[in-house]
Every structure is written in structure tokens, then in C-alpha cells.
Nanobody, 119 residues
């Protein structure tokens, strides 16, 4: 059983930046960030394993995911934030090592951290 704890959410104006962090209680080979806005489906934002990162088209060039294997943490640096990025952001980990942006591939989930971007 892996427990995940996110931190770093908050409110920012359009064009601003935020960094989210997630600490895992155990070893994880593949981790990801998802988000869900009110009334919308959950969206995979970014995922990373030892081979590198993968991003959703909606955040490419603006968001950067990184993983510290020694500390069992994953971070999401978000730049150029826009109101459409407003959502609850969730950290997730899967038992396998293959990257995926599909929520159903992940077993472990954090409680979420709110990101609000105002125009």
C-alpha cells in the first residue's frame, strides 16, 4: 500500500506559476498528475517513469514533471497558468512502470490539492 500526499496548490493570476509536490510512502516506478475541474472529466496531465516524462497536449511546453527516486517524490512545475487550468490536482502512482495518462491504470491516489487561476 502506497500513500500519497500532495502539497503546493493555491491561487494565482493568469500567467503565473505554481509548483505541486507529492510525497509517496513507498517506492513507485511510475507516477502521474491528474486534474478534475467541476463538471468535467478527470484528465491526465503528466506522467513520468525512469524513461522520462509524457504530457497531455493541453500542458505541453508549460508544465514540467520531475521525479526524485531517492526521496520518492514527484513534482509538477506549472508555468503560464490560465483559468482553464483551474482544477483539483491529484497525484497518482501505479504498480507497473509503463507511463499512462489513463486514470484507470493507477491504483494509488492522493487527496488532491486545489489550483485556482484567475483572469
Amino acid at each position: 500500500q502506497v500513500q500519497l500526499q500532495e502539497s503546493g496548490g493555491g491561487s494565482v493570476q493568469s500567467g503565473g506559476s505554481l509548483k505541486l509536490s507529492c510525497a509517496a510512502s513507498g517506492d513507485t516506478r511510475c507516477m502521474a498528475w491528474f486534474r478534475q475541474a467541476p463538471g468535467k472529466e478527470r484528465e491526465g496531465v503528466a506522467t513520468i517513469n525512469n524513461a522520462g516524462p509524457q504530457y497531455a497536449d493541453s500542458v505541453k511546453g508549460r508544465f514540467t514533471i520531475s521525479k526524485d527516486n531517492g526521496k520518492n517524490t514527484v513534482s509538477l512545475q506549472m508555468n503560464g497558468l490560465a483559468p482553464d487550468d483551474t482544477a483539483m490536482y491529484y497525484c497518482a502512482a501505479r504498480a507497473g512502470s509503463v507511463r499512462s495518462l489513463r486514470g484507470r491504470d493507477y491504483v494509488y491516489w492522493g487527496q488532491g490539492t486545489q489550483v485556482t487561476v484567475s483572469s
